[in-house]
């Protein structure tokens, strides 16, 4: 079900679990990242795809820059998201550990320059999330628009912790599911309804 555009209940639910992950010890957060990599790199060992995007981690989100350097090693060209206009798509630009890198709008480094290259995957960080795939960010909708103008449509690898599972995030009309979530207990495809991998025996979690 797809509920009308601004549920009140949608912001009071990502600034709930923000504050909760923000709260978060930063050595806890760095050993859940580590996990999670862990699952990601057991699930593709090689590069999920030619030309991966990824975020840089703010506000307590997933590392998972340890996963990009291996699959980069391995041939694949890393990039991270670029905001050009605040109701605009996302354009992605190349990013290696010697990328010069400026705050942007936001505060979040993004590369100062380099050529504009159409991921094939994205690897995006959750907020909030549900058995179905869908995601809370933070309200700028800027992903759901990316992903609404990609074609073709990337791969995208959702990365958050348990602590920010829910029942549902209420979805709406725009918002676009993710293929996977992975966390510090493991990896579940969403489209298929599977069961997650490995580490994913949490009591009580929903199951896809």
Partial sequence: MKWPAGTPARAQLRQKLLAARRAEPVEQVAAWSERLV?????????????????????????DVRA??????????????????ARHAPLVFRPWTPETPLAPDRYGIPTPTGGPEIIPDVI????????????????????????????????????????MGRVASIQPEAHDQPVDWVFTEQGGQKTEDRGQRTEDSRVSGATRC
Wanted: aromatic letters at 10%.
């Fill in 38 to 62: 862990g699952h990601l790199l057991r699930v593709f060992p090689q590069p999920p795809g030619e030309r991966i995007a990824c975020c840089w981690p703010i506000q307590n989100e997933p």
């Fill in 67 to 84: 996963a990009a350097a291996i699959w980069r090693a391995q041939g694949a060209t890393t990039l991270l998201p670029v905001v050009l």
């Fill in 123 to 162: 690897i995006m960080a959750l907020n909030a999330f549900d058995a179905a795939g869908y995601r809370l960010g933070y309200g700028g909708g800027f992903f759901d628009r990316t992903l609404a103008v990609l074609q073709p449509r990337p791969l995208v690898l959702g990365v958050g912790f348990e």
